[in-house]
């Protein structure tokens, strides 16, 4: 069978998907969660508690604050230690919420239940406050707050709505496992934001190495008008919102335009089942499923961890760090963040733990460029790896800027293919960074 897919570039890293057969198995509480209030896109919630308060599960402990941002809740019942700041994943400081935990006591109105609520009758208005009120973002990437997503401006129109079951970074199986386990929550969670969005038509892009997946999404959407599952090829980075609706609609997003801008949302299968829990069952997002792997790791999983356990802690219950492990990364080997150190919390975003051995993170050779254009060939966005890694070396942001360094997706590609090791998404990361600010002072 031939499958869909994007057209440029795109590489096929090895799957290591070694978590995919392992079920969904929740994890012991802490004894201490640290949950920090920028989890999300955007600006920091502003802490509603203080050192002494006492909250439960589902608490709101931080508020939203300016256009995109979003609320933060306890994903513990216990007693605040500290607001304080800590370094989070990208070794930045930010304000974050200690909590010493005591028992397991929820908020009242949250339907633990396992019982499927498939009807809703809200408005599209109604369903976008409880996700806002929720504090639900996208669960598959940055973490852009789901309800600013659905806040669609006037003079945008939607027709498609697309569900990212893809999962094409190697080692991770989150949202693997939660398709085939919680396959009527997703559902119920997309015809939610179909709902939300003025019912548009739904494409599920999951990709053609989880068959098992596929055929249930397949069998239970039946059920659902206006859904349908499309079986996508195997290649990476087919998860990116341009190149999966490059795969799904053939339609192509300019350059700094967004995918509202050619008709389209793009939302996770996990912010999906979170919508689902936000929508019928007044449930925060305090929880999230973790794939914590890695080739030494003695018992890997796909875990359900709460918002704020610290990786360390999860890392214990995977039987521990390994002893020649050379990097921890949250997320995927290919755009995963290296972790500063292992007291970073778990967050609503981290789709992944994975420790790589010392042998495969040690210092490469870089060799020069032998000019084999192998980057350009892999380049899902059309550009030249080699020639904006030289011009950010070079600090020549004009011609970097030109050669449309901004619309770099970061997504390694590049660097993997690479026979000459050269450090291609470091600098192309570095001169985006820096022609994204020049950009901003100019317009100021
Ligand atoms: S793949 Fe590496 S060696 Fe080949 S052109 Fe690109 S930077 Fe140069
Ligand atoms: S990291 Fe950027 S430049 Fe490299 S292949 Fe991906 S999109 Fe292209």
């Not at 930045?92 to 397991?104: H, K, L, W």
């Not at 559902?187 to 939610?192: K, P, R, S, T, Y």
Request: hydrophobic share 40%.
């Amino acid at each position: 069978m031939k499958y869909a897919t994007f057209p440029k570039g795109g590489i096929h890293p090895h799957e290591h998907k070694q978590t995919a057969h392992l079920p969904i198995e929740h994890l012991p509480l802490p004894e201490q969660v640290v949950i920090p209030l920028g989890q999300h896109l955007g600006a920091p919630a502003h802490p509603l508690v203080k050192r002494g308060d006492r909250v439960k599960v589902g608490t709101r402990i931080g508020e939203a604050q300016g256009f995109i941002s979003a609320h933060v809740h306890s994903s513990v019942s216990g007693k605040v230690l500290k607001v304080d700041e800590i370094t989070d994943l990208s070794g930045y400081r930010r304000p974050a919420v200690f909590i010493q935990v005591e028992g397991d006591e929820w908020e009242e109105g949250i339907d633990r239940s396992p019982e499927l609520v498939t009807t809703c009758d809200l408005s599209p208005q109604e369903i976008i406050e409880r996700i806002k009120d929720a504090g639900i973002v996208g669960m598959g990437g940055a973490g852009f707050p789901t309800h600013v997503k659905l806040s669609i401006p006037p003079g945008k129109a939607i027709d498609t709505l697309i569900i990212n079951g893809v999962e094409c970074e190697p080692y991770l199986t989150a949202d693997h496992r939660l398709m085939l386990e919680k396959t009527d929550e997703i559902l119920v969670g997309i015809a939610i934001i179909r709902r939300a969005l003025g019912e548009p038509r739904v494409f599920i892009g999951i990709e053609a190495n989880k068959p098992d997946a596929i055929r249930v999404m397949k069998e239970r959407v039946k059920e659902w008008e206006g859904l349908e599952v499309r079986p996508l090829k195997v290649k990476y980075p087919q998860g990116a919102e341009k190149q999966l609706i490059k795969a799904l609609t053939g339609r192509e997003v300019p350059s700094g335009k967004l995918p509202l801008d050619v008709g389209c949302v793009v939302s996770n299968v996990g912010t999906a089942h979170a919508v689902y829990r936000a929508v019928q069952k007044q449930m925060p997002l305090v929880e999230r499923v973790v794939t914590v792997t890695g080739n030494d790791i003695s018992r890997p999983g796909n875990f359900l961890v709460r918002v704020g356990t610290q990786v360390e802690w999860v890392l214990d219950q995977a039987g521990g760090l390994p002893e020649d492990a050379g990097k921890v990364v949250a997320g995927g080997p290919m755009m995963g963040k290296a972790l500063p150190n292992l007291e970073v919390p778990v967050t609503k975003t981290t789709s992944g733990i994975l420790v790589l051995p010392r042998k495969d993170v040690g210092p490469r050779s870089v060799e020069p460029c032998i000019r084999c254009a192998k980057c350009v060939q892999a380049c899902p966005m059309g550009l030249e790896p080699y020639l904006l890694e030289r011009l950010s070396a070079r600090e020549r942001w004009e011609e970097a800027e030109a050669r449309g360094i901004v619309d770099c997706v970061e997504c390694g590609s590049c660097a993997y293919i690479c026979p000459a090791s050269r450090p291609l998404l470091d600098y192309i990361r570095y001169g985006k960074t820096t022609v994204m600010m020049l950009r901003k002072k100019r317009s100021a």
